[in-house]
């Protein structure tokens, strides 16, 4: 069973920047982020194959990056230029499957799930 460790989020204003970090307790293929705000369905943000793949949402495309964290099966989310609409429940999600997809919907499907992180951007 793999485990997943949430770091960052928090509350900014618009324009600013956080950093989410997602640690897995073993080797994971596919890692990334979705979110879910209140009233909204579930919409997948950024994924990261080990082969350096990444795959972002439209709506975040040119102002999220995703890089290796620093610990080992590590992964760093950072979110710069953040907006209103940037504000949900933030869940990291993994699958160890060799041949996982690295389609931003597809990370729902990942077996793995962290307890999530509340990030809030305020105008």
């Known amino acids: 069973q793999v485990r997943l460790l949430e770091q960052g989020g928090g509350s900014v204003q618009a324009g600013g920047s956080l950093t989410l970090s997602c640690k897995a307790s073993?080797?994971?293929?596919?890692m990334g982020w979705f979110r879910q705000a209140p009233g909204k369905e579930r919409e997948g943000v950024a994924t990261f194959r080990t082969d350096g793949l990444t795959s972002f949402a439209d709506p975040v495309k040119g102002r999220f990056t995703l890089s290796k964290g620093n610990a080992k099966n590590s992964v760093n989310l950072q979110m710069d230029n953040l907006k209103p609409d940037d504000s949900a429940m933030y869940y990291c999600?993994?699958?160890?499957?060799?041949?996982?997809?690295?389609?931003?919907?597809?990370?729902?499907?990942?077996?793995?799930r962290g307890q999530g992180t509340q990030v809030t951007v305020s105008s």
């Open positions: 999600a993994a699958t160890d499957d060799f041949y996982c997809s690295t389609v931003v919907q597809d990370i729902l499907k990942y077996g793995y």
């Open positions: 073993q080797w994971i293929n596919c």
